[in-house]
């Protein structure tokens, strides 16, 4: 059969398409998200640390992780050994103990924080042992719909939900933390709703 006897049969047995229908769909809302946000992103494994707008978070971040001997980022202020931007290949950031990225919002229902990509090797935030998160405390929403509807893509087009350490439960139903990225994740909230 030739493509345009293909395509020509193909057409003929296409049917009228239908709008799709209106859902009312009523997420669910909190009244303290700061406090479901914290909650939830225990829950699921992982640590907030609180601190306030004017904090030393590299001093905090070096704090949580006394251990660790390699910190990667790009985050302006924060003082890392390595610079995802200035490596020459992702595998140059393997043997990362602490990655350190900046989240754009984060959802209470179900403690994901939506990062970005925002530096050359997005690696970062899966080959770390560690991974910490910077999220102010006005990025935070009751649930998935209003985050979709604040996501912007950045030049790279590349962005991710992420919820505590990574983890499996595929074999035999038990759960392993740090399964195929970050053992720990640790979100600094940064409360930036002080009064000006």
Not at 33 to 42: A, N
Request: net charge negative; aromatic share 6%; proline share 4%.
């Amino acid at each position: 059969m030739k493509k345009e006897e293909f395509l020509k049969r193909l057409r003929s047995k296409q049917v009228a398409p239908f709008d799709m229908p209106a859902i009312d769909i009523n997420p669910l809302t909190f009244d303290d998200v700061k406090r479901k946000f914290i909650e939830t992103s225990e829950a699921v494994g992982g640590q907030v640390i609180e601190a306030a707008a004017g904090d030393n978070l590299s001093a905090i971040i070096r704090k949580a992780y006394p251990n660790a001997k390699r910190f990667a980022s790009n985050v302006a202020g924060i003082s890392a050994d390595i610079n995802p931007d200035s490596v020459a290949e992702a595998a140059d950031l393997d043997g990362t103990d602490v990655g350190i990225v900046q989240g754009a919002l984060g959802v209470a229902e179900n403690g994901c924080i939506w990062v970005p990509q925002t530096m050359k090797e997005k690696a970062v935030c899966f080959i770390a042992e560690n991974l910490v998160i910077l999220l102010s405390s006005k990025a935070l929403v009751s649930n998935m719909h209003e985050a979709y509807r604040r996501i912007e893509m950045t030049d790279y087009g590349f962005g991710t939900f992420i919820s505590g350490p990574s983890k499996t439960a595929d074999i035999e139903q038990a759960l392993v933390m740090g399964a195929q990225a970050s053992r720990s994740t640790t979100i600094v909230l940064i409360d930036d709703d002080e009064k000006q």
